[in-house]
């Protein structure tokens, strides 16, 4: 191996290996998700839902959220946001909700944001969305399937749920955990659980530790090799 063309070598390990490691990363990362400082079981909080844009070309201009009939709540509102409208779709109730003595027979069960006059979440940002309401439901955790729509006319469905000892979904529906916390109310997503589980079931993860392990490989073998070369021209 040519001493010279050595450096050169192990540049290019660096950058190619570097360049899948991000790629990776980004795709591990860039989910649609919830959270809330406040939400807790039977109380009032607010949920905020992150949107990264995936997309290199088209621009995020709608977000479609479904509130399942085991979560309706007798009182939701949405956070303006500049920019954007939103749209509240109401329906039915099988079983009627009983909030401060009165019957609750239709909830909230769509929210839709819709980005207007050019607005919207540009390649390489994201932007939050946050709803308002309660009471919740006496649960250890709620789904919320979530639709996010592109200029270009595609759709990524944020529908598919996250089963209990199985690896992470491609496409995960955005999941709040409700938690009371000795009384304090804080709730937290999946996402605050043991980084170290997280990445036992996240594939990304996995792909991330993978391309680290082929990063440290590559530059050991270059390196071992330029020793080699230069050991072999001063002998």
Do not use: C
Not at 38 to 57: I, M, Q
């Amino acid at each position: 191996m040519s001493v010279r063309r050595a450096p050169a070598r192990l540049t290019v390990v660096v950058v190619a290996v570097l360049t899948a490691v991000v790629t990776w990363a980004g795709v591990a990362s860039a989910h649609v998700t919830v959270s809330s400082q406040d939400a807790a079981p039977g109380g009032y909080g607010k949920l905020t839902f992150r949107v990264p844009n995936e997309s290199e070309a088209a621009s995020t201009v709608g977000l479609r959220i479904q509130i399942p009939e085991e979560a309706a709540l007798a009182s939701l509102r949405t956070q303006p946001v500049p920019g954007w409208t939103a749209t509240l779709t109401t329906a039915a109730l099988d079983e009627p909700l009983e909030n401060h003595g009165q019957e609750i027979t239709s909830y909230v069960s769509v929210v839709e944001f819709r980005a207007v006059d050019g607005a919207g979440i540009a390649p390489g940002e994201f932007q939050e969305f946050a709803l308002s309401g309660g009471p919740f439901p006496d649960v250890a955790s709620v789904s919320f399937p979530t639709v996010q729509l592109y200029s270009d006319g595609t759709e990524a469905a944020w529908i598919e749920p996250t089963v209990e000892g199985q690896g992470e979904p491609e496409r995960p529906a955005p999941v709040l955990t409700l938690a009371s916390d000795s009384g304090t109310g804080t709730a937290a997503t999946d996402s605050d659980h043991s980084h170290a589980e997280a990445a036992a079931e996240n594939p990304g993860a996995l792909a991330l530790f993978v391309a680290i392990v082929a990063l440290l490989t590559g530059i050991a073998g270059v390196v071992l090799g330029w020793r080699a070369g230069r050991r072999t021209v001063s002998s």
